[in-house]
C-alpha cells in the first residue's frame, strides 16, 4: 500500500443474514457489503475504506455476538446496487444510477479466527477499554479500529 496508511475497521452483520463462513463459501471469497442505510456508516465507506484496509469481522444480534475473523477490504466503495431493486427490502426511490445516494465496498480474504471472540469476552480486557465497540449506546455497524484493538483481538482470535 505504497504512500497510505492502512486503516482497521469493525463492520457488523447478523450471521443468518451473512456470516464470515459464507464469505468463505463466495467462489472468489468476496462479496458486496451492500444494504447499509446509515449516513455515518455510508461515509466511513464512500471517503475512508480502501482496498488493503482490515476488517474485524463482526456477529451482530447472534447468541452471543463477537468478532468471528478479519478480512480485507478488496475493492472501494461503488454505488450500492441494492438501493435500486425494488425487490430489495434495501431499495431506496430516491436512490438513482445517476444519483445514488447509497454506496458499498467489496470486502474479501476472509480468515476465520480459530476461536470466536464473544463481546463479553472483548469487555474484560482493558486494552479494549476506549473502543468503540464497547462504549454504551454505540450501535453503528461500521466503526475506525486503533491498530493496536485490532491486534488484540487478533490475537484473541488466535488461540486456541
Known amino acids: 500500500m505504497a504512500g497510505t496508511q492502512r486503516r482497521y475497521w469493525l463492520m457488523k452483520t447478523e450471521p ?56 480485507e477490504i478488496v475493492a472501494p466503495a461503488q454505488p450500492d446496487p441494492s438501493a435500486w431493486d425494488k425487490k430489495s427490502e434495501y431499495f431506496d426511490p430516491k436512490s438513482t444510477p445517476q444519483n445514488p445516494r447509497w454506496f458499498c465496498v467489496t470486502v474479501g480474504r476472509p480468515k476465520p479466527f480459530s476461536r470466536f471472540v464473544a463481546l463479553d469476552e472483548l469487555r474484560q480486557h482493558s486494552a479494549l477499554k476506549d473502543m468503540l465497540l464497547l462504549r454504551k449506546g454505540q450501535r453503528l455497524s461500521i466503526q475506525p479500529v486503533q491498530p493496536e484493538e485490532f491486534n488484540f483481538i487478533v490475537e484473541l482470535g488466535s488461540k486456541s
Open 16 to 71: 443468518d443474514v451473512f456470516s464470515i463462513e459464507d464469505l468463505v463459501r463466495r467462489p472468489d471469497q468476496s462479496e458486496m457489503w451492500d444494504g447499509v442505510r446509515n449516513y455515518q456508516a455510508r461515509n466511513f465507506m464512500l471517503n475512508d475504506m480502501k482496498a488493503g484496509d482490515l476488517i474485524l469481522f463482526y456477529h451482530s444480534n447472534a447468541e452471543p455476538s463477537g468478532v468471528a475473523g478479519v478480512a
